[in-house]
């Protein structure tokens, strides 16, 4: 157990760790190429530093209600470790993971286990797709407004988009893809929705299309937001506690705002400007690209159309998840700008930009 760093600054120390490391990175990208020897030396110290101290930071936290759900994993482990049996859940594959490693293995084993199924997948895609390029998608993904909070609180949702993006990795190989979101499902059930929304693309993958419904979503929302809400309800998407976050009473302690949240959609909107900009503006051409684009578009619209539920939050993941290598990954595969390499370190800023102010002057 990390017993270094107190309570009060486990997330601080993390946030202002990327603040600094985007901020170094910008300078890189500003002095050198991309291809040059000292900044390919560089990215590969820095992400696979960044790679082993992420898993141990996350794995071996203190056990604290600070990290939200960390306490109440921590209740069904030792429920598994004493003996415990797995009661009627819905999500079985998760409590048959748990309760096996409860047998085995000590509980912050456990938590860097689950920190390393959720972290290693953003390394492991980013090194399948970029090459010797894999960093700056990698932290991309660990600077997104998400990544903490499904690092520590919602684990299983966490663990198990990243087991999605896994698969992803062998999108050529449709049998060993086909295992991986199957663990992915077994996790977490709402995956059916990106899983879904990403077999589609192989049947029609038009992002014109995908674009267009995406901007439909957001008056439909607005008009018609609680007959949504309420339809997705009675389909009985996810389980039984999804469909309560759907279904209940607005808690105002819940978000500093409730209601539409504007401030979620402009996020969200970061990954739908950066695909429409680059298939349009810049002419990109790459079919799984536009399978990414699409299945984001699709998830997001969906998250859209039950904005204004209580937590809605943990719907809106199912598309966020996505969002740093829809953002990152023309800028690695194709040179649109000048001086791409220092673009790059520009909009690694921005991105990160909306988490920090997020935390500093929103919540903070």
Not at 149 to 159: D, I, L, P, S
Request: proline content about 2%.
């Amino acid at each position: 157990m990390n017993t270094f760093v107190p309570l009060e600054f486990y997330y601080p120390l993390y946030i202002n760790l990327c603040f600094f490391l985007v901020v170094f990175t910008l300078l890189h990208t500003r002095l050198l190429q991309i291809n040059e020897h000292k900044n390919i030396v560089f990215i590969n110290f820095s992400g696979y530093f960044l790679l082993i101290f992420l898993i141990l930071y996350i794995g071996q936290r203190p056990i604290s209600g600070i990290f939200g759900d960390t306490v109440n994993y921590i209740v069904t482990f030792d429920r598994y470790r004493l003996g415990g049996e797995i009661p009627e859940v819905n999500d079985y594959g998760w409590h048959v993971f748990m309760k096996t490693l409860a047998q085995i293995v000590s509980a912050h084993t456990f938590f860097t286990i689950c920190a390393f199924i959720y972290i290693f997948p953003l390394y492991k895609i980013s090194k399948t797709l970029f090459g010797q390029y894999w960093y700056y998608s990698f932290v991309m993904f660990i600077v997104s407004f998400s990544f903490w909070t499904y690092g520590v609180n919602g684990m299983r949702n966490g663990a198990a988009t990243s087991l999605f993006l896994w698969g992803l990795c062998y999108h050529r190989n449709k049998v060993v893809m086909a295992l991986f979101f199957l663990a992915a499902t077994f996790f977490h059930k709402t995956l059916f929705l990106p899983i879904f929304a990403y077999v589609i693309t192989n049947f029609y993958n038009n992002p014109k299309v995908f674009f267009k419904g995406w901007l439909a979503c957001i008056p439909l929302s607005l008009v018609m937001g609680s007959l949504w809400v309420t339809l997705f309800a009675s389909l009985g998407f996810g389980d039984d506690r999804l469909t309560g976050y759907l279904t209940s009473e607005v808690d105002a302690n819940a978000f500093a705002s409730t209601g539409f949240r504007w401030d979620f959609l402009f996020h969200s909107a970061f990954a739908v400007f950066a695909g429409w900009y680059f298939i349009y503006k810049k002419k990109f051409e790459d079919k799984f690209y536009y399978q990414l684009l699409n299945t984001y578009l699709i998830c997001n619209s969906f998250w859209i159309l039950v904005i204004k539920a209580n937590y809605s939050n943990r719907f809106a993941y199912l598309s966020w998840f996505m969002m740093a290598i829809i953002i990152i990954y023309p800028f690695l595969k194709k040179e649109f700008f000048k001086d791409q390499h220092f673009m790059i370190g520009k909009v690694m800023l921005a991105y990160f930009s909306f988490t920090y102010m997020m935390y500093y002057l929103y919540w903070g």
